[in-house]
C-alpha cells in the first residue's frame, strides 16, 4: 500500500513542475511506547476530547508495520479531534491532496466507527471526507480527500472519530500534498473537462441536425 501512495505522490509531483509535499507523519517518532490519552504528538493537538497512541503494540499499526500509529478514540469517554500544529495558506487553482491510512479498531467490542478528516477553516470543518461505518474488523486503507480551493485561505488539518467508547479507528500515516496549477491558466478538473467535452459534442450533434 505504500508504494501504492508513493507511485500516487510520483505521479502528482511529475504532473506539475510545482508540486510539494506538505506533511508526512506516520506517528513513529512521537513516543516510544504506548500512552492512552496522549497528547505530546509532534504534529498534532487533541481537542475536545482525546486519542490514545500505540507504539510497537500487540494493536497492529498499519499494514503489520513496526512503530506507533493512533487509536482516534481515546480513554476519557470522549473522542478527540486531532488538528495540525501549522496553519497552511491555500491558494486558489492549486489541487490539495490529504491521504490517511484507516482501520477498524481491531478490536471486538469496538462496534462500528466513524472518521471524518479535511480541513478546517477557522476551526470549522470546510473540506471533508466521512469514511462511515467502518467495523471493527476492517481492513486499513488509504482513504483520499482531493480538492482545488476557488479563494485563497489559511486552514488546518483535522481527523476525528464519532462517539466515544474508548476504542475507535486507528490512524496511521498522514500524508498532504499540493499540486500547483498548469502555467498559463487555472487547471481544469477533469470532471470540467468530460463535461465540457460532453457540451461540444451535444453542440456539434445540434448544429449538425439543423
Ligand atoms: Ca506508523
Ligand atoms: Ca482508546
Ligand atoms: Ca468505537
Known sequence: MLRKILLIVGMALSSASNAGLLLQDGFDVDSTQTIL???????????NGSTDYYFNDSLTCAYGSAGGCVDLDGTTGQ???????????????????LFGDIG???????GNDTVTFG???GGLPSYTRVVSDLAWNAD???????FVPTT???GQLFFQNDG???????????????????PGGTTPLPGTLAILGLGLTALGLIRARS
Do not use: C
Open 152 to 154: 485563497n485561505f489559511t
Open 164 to 182: 466515544g467508547d474508548n476504542i475507535g479507528a486507528l490512524l496511521d500515516n498522514v500524508m498532504f500534498l499540493t499540486t500547483a496549477p498548469e
Open 140 to 146: 486499513w486503507s488509504t482513504y483520499e480527500l482531493s
Open 37 to 47: 490519552n496522549f497528547d505530546g504528538y509532534t504534529n498534532w493537538t487533541v481537542s
Open 79 to 97: 473522542a478527540g479531534r486531532m488538528t495540525s500544529r501549522k496553519s497552511y495558506t491555500f491558494q486558489a487553482g492549486y489541487t490539495y491532496s
Open 119 to 121: 480541513i478546517l477553516q
Open 104 to 110: 477498524g479498531s481491531q478490536r471486538s467490542n469496538g
